[in-house]
Structure formats: structure tokens, C-alpha cells
């Protein structure tokens, strides 16, 4: 039994929930801060007894101290478009403030740190695909430069504590992943077309639907950060799979996993919406031997049970 304590900022987020799994399943003894603004308690309710996990409700705006941990993963903050454009302010706080307290808790204990970045770090990129050591097209002034530059800052404070503080630490910029406890109206694509689908009702593509991305099935993306937090590479690295589709595609794939008649319904392209997004994973294959596995209709097959359930519960509060 390792009984190293990790810290899992946003752990009771998406990813962050399924991260604080993926570390108790390594031995870990798991904390997870959250202040509850996105992340849901449901999305913990299986760890509940477990003693080597423990959740703390706590906003990391204001500093914090769990005492000693060994690693902390920071992965607290508002990330899709309609959670941080209704939390905007909270979104800069928590990548700038937040930052800084997640980082001060690794230095103070000499603690590993990995911190969640994104693929918005490269705005609407005109290089295509996306290698780590392109600096982005990013509106700093647009809608979304609430997310995109509080992410682009949190990558800037984290090299700065590595440069003049010497903490160990790693960045991971994340590409769209999807699976089981996505929210259900966080109205990102793949729970707002799931969601359509098993309703019946026309599924929204925004835009002609020619906007590319490429998705991540949450458990390769999970085995590429603890892959990551065991290395020593202390620049960014791309987690995401490089199978891209366009959204016109990805409903496709959605009506086709759900056997659903829905239609397509068109509708305005938000402001700034990136035109195309693919990771070039090179340096993750190389450094890390990390490669996804499951295919979009794969891992949306898997996700099924949990839309379904999800669908159902929303419908019967109703
Ligand atoms: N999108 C869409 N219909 C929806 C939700 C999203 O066509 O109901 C599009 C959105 O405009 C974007 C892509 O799907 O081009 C991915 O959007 P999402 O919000 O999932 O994440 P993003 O990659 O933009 O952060």
C-alpha cells in the first residue's frame, strides 16, 4: 500500500473524479478540493466510506493547506464554453489565483505538481494539427478569453514556480474528452447531442457543422496524466486523440451509437468557435509510450448507460 497523499484540486469535477479513481486504484491516499461551483458530489458518491479518500468543499481562491501531500494535481476550473462564459470572473480567478495557492501548497511540501491546461491554449489555431510548441491564436479580448487566457496564465505561473521556486512540475493540455459524469447541461457537445438523441429531439449543430475536433475517451485521457506525472518532462504535453471529426460527423456518430431518429437542426455559431482542432500527439507517443484507444462510436457506446440514466433522472425531477 502506497500511502502517499495526493491533492485532486477540481476533484469533484469530470475529469477530477475520474483522476482521484485512477490514483486510489494506485494506492494513493486521495484529498479532493472542490468548491463545488461545476463539480458535483455525485460524481464522488462511490467513494463515500472509502478511507483512503477524503473531500474537503473548499474554493482554492482563497489559500488553503491539507497538510503534507506528496503530489498535487491541479484540475479545478470552470471548462466548457457555456460553464465559463455564465462563470466568467470565477474562471480567471481560479486559473490566476487558484494557481498560485495549488502551487504554494506543492512548494511548501516539496510536493510533485501537475496542473490541467487545454487546448485553448491555441485559441483558433492556424497551425493544424496542434504541436506543443505552437504559442496559439487566442482573442484576449473575446468571449472565451476568460478560459483561454486564465489557462495560457496558469501555464505561466507554473514554469515561473518551477524557474524561481523549484517545483517539480508537469502541464497537460487536454483536448475535448468526453465520457461517463459529464454534466448533462454543460452544453458541450457531446452531452448536448447525447442527450438530443435519447430525447427525440433535433440535435443542434452550431455553424454548417464543418468545425473539426477530436475526442478523447476519458480513460485513455486519465492514463495519459498518471503517464505524465511519473515522467520528468516539464513542458507541456497534448492528451487527446488525433482522430478528428467534424461536428456534422460527430452527430452522425451519435444518431448512429443511439439508434435515434433525431434530426439536425442548424443553429448560429457562437463567437470565436474554433474552426478546427486536432492534438499531434508525437511527443506523447515518444516520451510517455501513450496512444488512445477507444474510438468516438467506442467510447460513446460505453457512455450510453450513463446518458440514459442521466436523461432518465433529469426527466422524472421534471
Ligand atoms: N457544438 C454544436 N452543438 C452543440 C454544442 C456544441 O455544434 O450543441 C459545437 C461547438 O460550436 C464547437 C464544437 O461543437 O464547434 C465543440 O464544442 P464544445 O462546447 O463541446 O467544446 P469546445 O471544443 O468548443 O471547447
Request: glycine share 8%; hydrophobic share 35%.
Amino acid at each position: 500500500m502506497n500511502s502517499k497523499r495526493a491533492l485532486v484540486t477540481g476533484g469533484a469535477g469530470f475529469l477530477g473524479s475520474h483522476l482521484c479513481d485512477a490514483l486510489l486504484a494506485e494506492g494513493w491516499r486521495v484529498i479532493a478540493v472542490d468548491n463545488l461551483l461545476t463539480g458535483r458530489r455525485a460524481n464522488l458518491e462511490h467513494l463515500r466510506g472509502e478511507p483512503a479518500f477524503e473531500f474537503v468543499e473548499k474554493d482554492i481562491c482563497e489559500s488553503f493547506d491539507v497538510g503534507r501531500v506528496d503530489y498535487v494535481f491541479h484540475f479545478a476550473s470552470p471548462a466548457s464554453p457555456v460553464d465559463y462564459s455564465l462563470h466568467g470572473i470565477e474562471t480567471l480567478k481560479v486559473g490566476s489565483l487558484g494557481t498560485f495557492h495549488a502551487l504554494d501548497v506543492a512548494y511548501k511540501y516539496g510536493a510533485k505538481f501537475l496542473v490541467s491546461s487545454t487546448s485553448e491554449c491555441y485559441g483558433d489555431p492556424l497551425e493544424h494539427p496542434q504541436k506543443e510548441t505552437y504559442w496559439g491564436h487566442v482573442n484576449p479580448i473575446g468571449p472565451r478569453s476568460v478560459y483561454d487566457e486564465a489557462k495560457r496564465f496558469t501555464e505561466a505561473v507554473t514554469m515561473a514556480y518551477r524557474r524561481y521556486h523549484k517545483v517539480d512540475t508537469r502541464i497537460v493540455r487536454i483536448f475535448n474528452t468526453y465520457g461517463p459524469r459529464m454534466q448533462l447541461n454543460d452544453g458541450r457537445v457531446v452531452p448536448n447531442f447525447m442527450k438530443q438523441a435519447l430525447r427525440g429531439d433535433d440535435l443542434t449543430v452550431y455553424g454548417n457543422g464543418d468545425q473539426t475536433r477530436s475526442f478523447c475517451y476519458v480513460s485513455d485521457e486519465i492514463d495519459g496524466f498518471l503517464r505524465l506525472a511519473k515522467s520528468d518532462e516539464s513542458l507541456p504535453v497534448n492528451i487527446g486523440n488525433p482522430d478528428e471529426f467534424t461536428i456534422r460527423e460527430c452527430a452522425q456518430v451519435v444518431l448512429q451509437v443511439t439508434g435515434s431518429k433525431s434530426k439536425i437542426r442548424y443553429e448560429p455559431l457562437p463567437q470565436d468557435d474554433p474552426k478546427q482542432r486536432r492534438p499531434d500527439i508525437s511527443k506523447a507517443r515518444q516520451l510517455l509510450g501513450w496512444e488512445p484507444k477507444v474510438d468516438l462510436a467506442t467510447g460513446l457506446r460505453l457512455s450510453l448507460e450513463y446518458f440514459k440514466k442521466a436523461v432518465a433522472e433529469e426527466t422524472a425531477v421534471k
